[in-house]
Nanobody
Framework: VQLQASGGGLVQAGGSLRLSCAASGRSFSRYTMGWFRQTPGREREFVARINWSGESTYNADRVKGRFTISRDNAKNTVSLQMNSLKPEDTAVYYC?????????WGQGTQVTVSS
């Protein structure tokens, strides 16, 4: 599966952004999908994941109540709605697909939150 993320940008603290990730290839609906983020000098950090059907989601504590992950299996897309953004949310955001014990990564999209 190949992944293409988009939707990053510059936003003021308290604002919102919606990231999208388009997947190509077969069997998208078989994959658990997730979002991670990374800042320079730090390890990649888990943000949120969603199961194959979209019925089960899990967010990292740092984004609970602010970020919402969703997917559309008919369109092979996964999204991350980010509200009440904080400067500490600034990072490169990556979408990922997990299946068969393997992670597939897309290229990142930069999110910058100004104070």
């Amino acid at each position: 599966v190949q992944l293409q993320a988009s939707g990053g940008g510059l936003v003021q603290a308290g604002g919102s952004l919606r990231l999208s990730c388009a997947a190509s290839g077969r069997s998208f609906s078989r994959y658990t999908m997730g979002w991670f983020r990374q800042t320079p000098g730090r390890e990649r950090e888990f943000v949120a994941r969603i199961n194959w059907s979209g019925e089960s989601t899990y967010n990292a504590d740092r984004v609970k109540g602010r970020f919402t992950i969703s997917r559309d299996n008919a369109k092979n897309t996964v999204s991350l709605q980010m509200n009440s953004l904080k400067p500490e949310d600034t990072a490169v955001y990556y979408c990922a697909a997990f299946g068969g014990g393997i992670y597939y990564w897309g290229q990142g999209t930069q999110v910058t939150v100004s104070s």
